[in-house]
């Protein structure tokens, strides 16, 4: 990893809706669906959906912070699912859907919570902000089929109701962070 790469791992809900928005934008290196902050030894889709491992579906994000910074990460991240939401995102209910920011570094620490602080001033959720902030710990990545979930089956009926209306909300309001590919 080079000096300006960086990591930091979050969840939302669905690790398809929150992939799905952060690989369409500018000096994002790799966004990797998988499974994180349980006390299992191993995680797979169906152990983490078993509820019994304490694993969050993830997103870890590798990113170049001279074109995008854990802030804008961040504030994305306060957009993309309901972070008032206590272990839920709409209808996928459990803890594996809970909002959570895996942090990487001291300064990502530090960060999470004042954006926290910031987004529960703002008023921008009716109930209080749930979002946990805990260091990273070990990353299992999500099964392949998993990976790039929304733009390899966007027919999905899944996709069709719950990720696309999401990234249509996102790709309108981050227009200029969006890579000119897409």
Same mark, same amino acid.
């Not at 889709?45 to 993830?58: I, K, M, Q, R």
């Given at each position: 990893?080079?000096?300006?790469?960086?990591?930091?791992?979050?969840?939302?809900?669905?690790?398809?809706?929150?992939?799905?928005?952060?690989?369409?934008?500018?000096? !994002? =290196?790799?966004? %990797?669906?998988?499974?994180?902050?349980?006390? +299992?030894?191993?995680? #797979?889709?169906?152990?983490? *959906? @078993?509820?019994?491992?304490?694993?969050?579906?993830?997103?870890?994000?590798?990113?170049?912070?001279?074109?995008?910074?854990?802030?804008?990460?961040?504030?994305?991240?306060?957009?993309?699912?309901?972070?008032?939401?206590?272990?839920?995102?709409?209808?996928?209910?459990?803890?594996?859907?809970?909002?959570?920011?895996?942090?990487?570094?001291?300064?990502?620490?530090?960060?999470?919570?004042? !954006? =926290?602080?910031? %987004?529960?001033?703002?008023?921008?959720?009716? +109930?209080?902000?749930? #979002?946990?902030?805990?260091? *990273? @710990?070990?990353?299992?990545?999500?099964?392949?089929?998993?990976?790039?979930?929304?733009?390899?089956?966007?027919?999905?009926?899944?996709?069709?109701?719950?990720?696309?209306?999401?990234?249509?909300?996102?790709?309108?309001?981050?227009?200029?962070?969006?890579?000119?590919?897409?």
């Amino acid at each position: 990893m080079s000096a300006f790469e960086e990591k930091i791992t979050l969840a939302g809900g669905c690790f398809w809706c929150i992939e799905g928005a952060y690989t369409q934008l500018v000096g !994002i =290196i790799s966004a %990797v669906s998988g499974y994180m902050g349980g006390d +299992a030894t191993k995680a #797979t889709y169906e152990d983490v *959906c @078993s509820g019994n491992t304490e694993h969050a579906e993830v997103v870890e994000l590798t990113f170049d912070n001279r074109e995008i910074s854990s802030r804008e990460i961040l504030e994305i991240f306060f957009t993309l699912h309901d972070a008032s939401q206590l272990n839920r995102q709409g209808n996928d209910v459990g803890r594996q859907y809970r909002s959570a920011i895996f942090y990487h570094n001291e300064q990502q620490k530090a960060l999470s919570l004042s !954006i =926290i602080k910031e %987004v529960d001033d703002s008023g921008m959720y009716k +109930a209080p902000v749930v #979002t946990e902030v805990t260091a *990273c @710990s070990t990353f299992f990545s999500g099964e392949d089929f998993h990976q790039n979930y929304f733009t390899n089956n966007p027919e999905n009926p899944y996709c069709q109701a719950v990720v696309s209306p999401k990234l249509a909300k996102f790709r309108q309001t981050f227009v200029a962070k969006l890579k000119t590919n897409l």
